[in-house]
């Protein structure tokens, strides 16, 4: 008789809040409980103290792997502050991240070129041992599985635990707005490959996710809905731009921000939090429209 396959406890949402307004509910790291224990993103820098002060509240005191989606600031730049203090933790990220995490300058470089204010609110990356460092196309524990699905960034993994899929922003940005449905962003950064993006979505598709957590917001339940809406929300944009790719991300916003009925939900975020939506929707049509000029209109 074949044993029973072990059920994994409920990952665990860890919010975590830099030192800007508007972000008191935008970004999370999760713990999925062991064994092994697992920490999917921990965050950025300045929310380090706040990570471990949770951790050691739910009683955690080990985690065995840091799973890492992509290593964008709000998601990982705290990571080499994390390893230092968990010795026996091993960091798995995609192979293009593994030099960067090893000897971040570079990346912390790129990151205040693209992200201006907004890379010191988050705050500095420290190096990772490379001893430590396990690149996710030669990471295969039991009840793990990674998977590679660039598009958001060159170097964005999704991780399959048990029977939850951590899509990290494979699947854009979405909230939750109760009565008022969901709220969807693309995810766009420059620079854009919108190919790989739909390429990568195809390859989560198919493995018919029902529960999934998506980057900054939550769990939930229809994993495979949802990045069926995201594929065709980012076909819509690509309709869209398509007429005019020279016209400005600026001039773009509020027409995109009328014609998506997946942005309709802004107003139900507190002004502070519109404000940080605006600017990361500017970021995300920059991307769709450097793209869109990469391949002629």
């Known amino acids: 008789m074949t044993a029973p396959r072990a059920v994994r406890p409920d990952p665990i949402r860890i919010p975590l809040v830099p030192p800007q307004p508007g972000f008191e509910d935008f970004i ?15 965050g950025p820098a300045t929310t380090v103290e706040a990570l471990f002060a949770a951790l050691f509240g739910l009683g955690v005191r080990r985690i065995d792997y ?5 290593i964008h600031l709000d998601h990982a730049g705290g990571i080499g502050q994390v390893a230092r203090r968990l ?6 990220c995609h192979p293009k991240a593994v030099a960067h ?4 300058a570079r990346l912390w470089e790129g990151s205040r070129k693209v992200l201006g204010a907004l890379a010191d609110v988050y705050g500095p990356v420290e190096a990772v041992p490379a001893e430590r460092l396990i690149p ?7 009840g793990i599985a990674p998977l ?10 999704s991780f399959a635990v048990g029977e ?3 899509a990290g922003e494979a699947c854009g940005v979405v909230f ?11 995810a766009t950064p420059p620079v854009f490959a919108l190919d790989r993006a739909l390429e990568s979505l195809e390859r989560l598709i198919a493995l018919r996710p029902g529960r999934m957590v998506v980057g900054h917001s939550g769990l939930y339940e229809d994993g495979a809905g949802l990045l069926r809406r995201h594929r065709e929300q980012l076909l819509a944009w690509e309709r869209l731009v398509a007429q005019d790719p020279g016209r400005p991300a600026a001039a773009w916003a509020e027409e995109i921000l009328g014609r998506d009925p997946l942005l309709s939900g802004l107003a139900a975020f507190s002004p502070a939090a519109q404000e940080r939506e605006r600017y990361f929707l500017g970021n995300s049509l920059a991307g769709f429209l450097g793209w869109a000029a990469s391949r002629g209109g």
């Open 28 to 42: 999370s790291a999760w713990l999925v409980p062991g064994p092994p224990a697992c920490l999917v993103d921990p």
């Open 66 to 70: 840091c799973l890492l989606t992509h």
């Open 87 to 92: 010795p026996e933790a091993q960091v798995v």
């Open 101 to 104: 995490l090893a000897d971040p």
């Open 136 to 142: 996710a196309d030669r990471f295969a524990p039991e």
């Open 148 to 157: 590679l699905t660039p598009g958001h960034a060159p170097h964005h993994v």
């Open 164 to 166: 939850v899929l951590f």
């Open 176 to 186: 939750d707005l109760g009565a008022r449905g969901l709220y969807m962003r693309p």
